[in-house]
């Protein structure tokens, strides 16, 4: 079995991007909580912005976008 | 010569074309949701249904928490450089944000230290209600999954010392980085259903 050819990853300028992205979300949370008008709609926004985090770290920080487009790859071929 | 034997005989493809070891490091991260799962949803399962104080509300600080919650994420940033660094060749880069990352998880350590005894000096301990046995048992795991990693990256970091990571070592921080990056999504959650969702 011959390995698959590695995937590059993302840059750092991707990396350094998707951090800044993630203080954002960080800071929205926050602000979410305190802002008292929007206690109504509070769980929604913090899990919708929980996930965008729990997202981005994934596919971004641990590859699993490229895992998977690699391992897809590989099954393909394989298939053939 | 040696060192391309070495290096083949660590990276074995499995049927899915990944590295066996990422492999299995998936497998066990897989058990690991479960675990933080079961925990989470006991927390929740429990959530306001405690007798006596102290409630969350009263004893939760936010933004001492915001802060160690940042921590903590830019961690994996620097996690993702330090992997970045050794798969270039890059010593100076791996040295510096190997050590940049269990530092800040370090200082997260110390904010929930100090979290746990503000708590326990204000009456929030184990056994005194719901919460706070659901809270300590969740964020205790939590704590300890981090001191475990942070174990973890100073020994890479003193590989990296020893110029013993080269590009070829690059999967061994992989998964130590998967690891860290695991720690940090499971904060994630906690961090909205427990101390935002109150």
């Given amino acids: 079995m011959e390995p698959t050819p590695s995937h590059p990853h993302p840059s750092i300028r ?7 992205v993630l203080t954002v979300i960080t800071a929205v949370e926050i602000s979410v909580f305190y802002i008292t008008a929007l206690a109504r709609y509070l769980a929604p926004m913090l899990i919708v912005l929980s996930a965008a985090k729990f997202s981005l770290v994934v596919m971004f920080f641990m590859h699993l976008r490229l895992t998977t487009a690699s391992s897809g790859g590989s099954l393909r071929a394989r298939s053939r | 010569m040696i060192a391309e034997i070495h290096a083949g005989a660590h990276a074995l493809p499995t049927s899915t074309g990944l590295d066996h070891r990422k492999m299995g490091f ?15 949803a006991t927390y929740m399962v429990y959530k306001g249904k405690s007798p006596s104080g102290p409630q969350p509300h009263e004893i939760l600080n936010i933004p001492l928490t915001s802060i160690s919650t940042f921590v903590l994420l830019m961690s994996s940033l620097l996690m993702v450089l330090a992997l970045a660094a050794v798969q270039r060749g890059d010593r100076l880069g791996a040295k510096l944000w190997l050590f940049g990352t269990p530092f800040f998880g370090s200082i997260f350590l110390a904010f929930q230290v100090y979290e746990f005894t503000t708590f326990v000096h204000e009456g929030l ?5 719901l919460f706070g046995g659901t809270f300590f048992v969740l964020t205790g795991f939590h704590g300890a999954h981090v001191s475990v990693g942070v174990v973890w990256l100073l020994s890479l970091w003193v590989m990296a010392l020893r110029n013993r990571l080269t590009p070829v070592d690059a999967t061994i921080v992989e ?22 969702l109150q």
């Fill in chain 2, 125 to 129: 301990t184990l056994q005194v209600n």
């Fill in chain 2, 175 to 196: 998964i130590a980085g998967l690891y860290w990056h695991f720690v940090d999504i499971v904060w994630i959650v906690i961090f909205t259903f427990v101390y935002l």
């Fill in chain 2, 26 to 40: 998936w497998a066990f991260l897989g058990s690991e949701c479960m675990f933080f799962g079961s925990l989470i």
């Fill in chain 1, 14 to 20: 991707t990396y350094l991007m998707v951090g800044a």
